[in-house]
T-cell receptor, first 112, second 113 residues
Framework: GENVEQHPSTLSVQEGDSAVIKCTYSDSASNYFPWYKQELGKRPQLIID?????GEKKDQRIAVTLNKTAKHFSLHITETQPEDSAVYFC???????????FGQGTELSVKP | KAGVTQTPRYLIKTRGQQVTLSCSPI?????VSWYQQTPGQGLQFLFE???????NKGNFPGRFSGRQFSNSRSEMNVSTLELGDSALYLC????????????FGPGTRLTVL
């Protein structure tokens, strides 16, 4: 069935370091991969997404890479700041919009 | 442009009761999806509506149902509530069913006693 595995479940870094979160999906028909950030008590917010015809996408300190062959995608955050502390979710979908299959989330803690 | 809104924000019900949650998408968005978020199971897809039609359905029992109105507003209903239905219910809207990112509402926190 459709499944997305996300690692690690918790990640603690020092301010200024980089953070990497990895996800693996099972449905080879998936072609849209968003990342959401959810702060405590707030709604998930889309921070970056990538489509299957692109291998990498960058937006300031955030980048996402996709390896379709391995069915693997990753989120990279550089120069982390305390305000980056949140739970991050990866997701996969067969179409943009529609049914998103989420990973279990990564709780990122950035220590000043 | 106003974001996705959900009402009510908090609900307390007892086992066996039923509940209806409402979601108003961003103006112009025609697709509404519903998700259940719990600490143990994470974010799980319930169903998606586009142009008043259910297009996708997750693996939830028939007690969970939904509908979408002509103005794209959506409701979900849970009948015969169980303790395990306690969760944050999130809806998300997108511009069209296949083409755009999903934007989430603030959620409805349901507690079943």
């Amino acid at each position: 069935g459709e499944n997305v595995e996300q690692h690690p479940s918790t990640l603690s870094v020092q301010e200024g370091d980089s953070a990497v979160i990895k996800c693996t999906y099972s449905d080879s028909a998936s072609n849209y991969f968003p990342w959401y950030k959810q702060e405590l008590g707030k709604r998930p917010q889309l921070i970056i997404d990538i489509r299957s015809n692109v291998g990498e996408k960058k937006d300031q300190r955030i980048a996402v890479t996709l390896n379709k062959t391995a069915k693997h995608f990753s989120l990279h955050i550089t120069e982390t700041q305390p305000e980056d502390s949140a739970v991050y979710f990866c997701a996969a979908s067969r179409s943009q919009g529609g049914k998103l299959i989420f990973g279990q989330g990564t709780e990122l803690s950035v220590k000043p | 442009k106003a974001g996705v809104t959900q009402t009510p924000r908090y609900l307390i019900k007892t086992r066996g009761q039923q509940v209806t949650l409402s979601c108003s998408p961003i103006s112009g968005h025609r697709s509404v999806s519903w998700y259940q978020q719990t600490p143990g199971q994470g974010l799980q897809f319930l169903f998606e509506y586009f142009s008043e039609t259910q297009r996708n359905k997750g693996n939830f029992p028939g007690r969970f149902s939904g509908r979408q109105f002509s103005n794209s507003r959506s409701e979900m209903n849970v009948s015969t509530l169980e303790l395990g239905d306690s969760a944050l219910y999130l809806c998300a809207s997108s511009l069209q069913r296949a083409g755009n990112e999903q934007f989430f509402g603030p959620g409805t926190r349901l507690t079943v006693l």
